[in-house]
């Protein structure tokens, strides 16, 4: 009884670990996909025409959905989340191309102005990607078996049309 016991338990033990990370990955990935939502809807109430309080309103909006769910993304310090834990991309196809291109990339937001017409962005239109470490949304559980989260990330976009349509 005691050789199968022992034998038995590791198994159980990295089974548990598993459904314990699959829950605690996919509980993070529906707070970062709800954050792109709440991303998106800000910059389709921003519109383009103010494109400072666009990123800022987008990058805050997000920031504070995250931090509502549990996700802490400044284990870098004050000002490096973005950089290293959180990342922020802003894309619209917009029909007249010089309202404005431009990046903003040392906080983490990143807008591209412009995106070919080949892309699945339909007109007057923005999409909010939100890419935050894996490694911030949930603890890294299985790294003793061999299967690290380390340099992953968890991803989600969100796509709406301008004045909140």
């Known amino acids: ?7 038995v338990m590791p198994a159980l033990f990295a089974f548990t670990l598993v459904a314990v990370q699959f829950g605690l990955s996919l509980s993070g990935s529906v707070a970062v996909h709800q954050a792109a939502v709440t991303g ?7 519109g383009r025409a103010n494109q400072a309080a666009l990123l800022a309103g987008i990058k805050s909006t997000v920031n504070q959905n995250l931090v509502a769910a549990g996700i802490s993304t400044d284990s870098g310090g004050p000002g490096a ?5 959180l990342q922020i991309i802003v894309q619209e196809r917009v029909s007249d191309p010089g309202v404005y291109i431009g990046s903003s990339g040392s906080d983490g937001v990143a807008l591209q102005g412009v995106i070919p017409a080949a892309s699945a962005i339909p007109a007057e239109c923005v999409r909010v990607t939100v890419n935050v470490r894996l490694s911030e949304v949930t603890p890294d559980l299985l790294s003793s078996f061999g299967f690290s989260n380390t340099g992953r990330y968890v991803s989600a976009g969100c796509l709406r049309g301008y004045n909140g349509s």
């Not at 998106?40 to 921003?46: H, I």
């Not at 989340?81 to 834990?85: E, G, K, R, Y």
């Open 81 to 85: 989340w973005c950089a290293q834990n």
């Open 40 to 46: 998106a809807q800000a910059a389709s109430v921003y």
């Open 1 to 7: 009884m005691t050789l199968e016991l022992i034998t």
